[in-house]
Nanobody, 127 residues
Framework: EVHLVESGGGLVQAGGSLRLSCAAS????????IGWFRQAPGKEKREGVS?????????YYADSVIGRFTISSDNAKNTVYLQMNSLKPEDTAVYYC???????????????????WGQGTQVTVSS
């Protein structure tokens, strides 16, 4: 069973930076994708922000975060990071990481594609 734990959220002023971590356990193969999602206040659905796939080496960023967010992975630590720079108030959300097998990150992705989820970490950007 895959277990994911997010950390690194917090309160930051607009223009600031945060680095989120997603520590994974129970992943025993190298064909997983890890996706970051966020759920903004009042929104029902989670938005795919960035994902990285070890299946095909692909990575994807939503248009709203291109040039500001960077996803990376440390396989030795089984951890995926989301470096978030130039944060804006509209980035305020609960951020989740999710995992599933045999997924590519070559384009838009959706929460229905992912079967394992972390508990989320709150990111609040003040103006």
């Amino acid at each position: 069973e895959v277990h994911l734990v997010e950390s690194g959220g917090g309160l930051v002023q607009a223009g600031g930076s945060l680095r989120l971590s997603c520590a994974a356990s129970g992943i025993t193969s190298d064909d997983y994708a890890i996706g970051w999602f966020r759920q903004a206040p009042g929104k029902e659905k989670r938005e795919g922000v960035s994902c990285i796939s070890s299946s095909d080496g692909s990575a994807y960023y939503a248009d709203s975060v291109i040039g500001r967010f960077t996803i990376s992975s440390d396989n030795a630590k089984n951890t995926v990071y989301l470096q978030m720079n130039s944060l804006k108030p509209e980035d305020t959300a609960v951020y989740y990481c999710a995992a599933d097998r045999w997924l590519s990150c070559s384009g838009t992705y959706y929460e229905v594609d992912y079967g394992s989820w972390g508990q989320g970490t709150q990111v609040t950007v003040s103006s």
